[in-house]
C-alpha cells in the first residue's frame, strides 16, 4: 500500500521560495504518476505540476510554469516541488498525489487515486 506523507509547507513573503516534499512508502521509484495540486478555500482542487518518475517527463500549469519545478529523489523515494517568485495567489493547501495506472490527464485530480494529507502554503503581499 502507496503511502505519502508531504512536508515543507509554511508562510513566506511574495516573491519568497519554499520547497514541499512528499516522502512515498510502499512503492518503486519508477513508474508512477506523481503530482501536485493544490486547493484554495472555496476552489476547486487544481493540478500544479506532474512527472512520471523516473524519466524526465513534466508537466506544469500554466500559472507556475518558470517558478515551480517538480524532481524526483530515487534513493529517498521523494518528489520535491521546489516553487520560487510565489505570488500570494499561490496560498492553498498542497498535496501530493500518486497514481499506478493513471486514468486522465497529468494535472487532473481524478487520475489520482493516492494522496497525501497537505501541507499548508501561506503567500503574504
Known amino acids: 500500500q502507496v503511502q505519502l506523507v508531504e512536508s515543507g509547507g509554511g508562510s513566506v513573503q511574495a516573491g519568497g521560495s519554499l520547497r514541499l516534499s512528499c516522502a512515498a512508502s510502499?512503492?518503486?521509484?519508477?513508474?508512477?504518476?506523481m503530482g501536485w495540486f493544490r486547493q484554495a478555500p472555496g476552489k476547486e482542487r487544481e493540478g500544479v505540476a506532474s512527472m512520471y518518475t523516473g524519466t524526465s517527463i513534466t508537466y506544469y500549469d500554466e500559472s507556475v510554469k518558470g517558478r515551480f519545478t517538480i524532481s524526483q529523489d530515487n534513493a529517498k523515494n521523494t518528489v520535491y516541488l521546489q516553487m520560487n517568485s510565489l505570488k500570494p495567489e499561490d496560498t492553498a493547501m498542497y498535496y501530493c498525489?500518486?497514481?499506478?495506472?493513471?486514468?486522465?490527464?497529468?494535472?487532473?485530480?481524478?487520475?489520482?487515486?493516492?494522496w497525501g494529507q497537505g501541507t499548508q502554503v501561506t503567500v503574504s503581499s
Open positions: 498525489a500518486a497514481a499506478r495506472y493513471r486514468r486522465g490527464g497529468w494535472l487532473d485530480s481524478k487520475a489520482y487515486d493516492i
Open positions: 510502499g512503492y518503486t521509484s519508477s513508474g508512477y504518476s
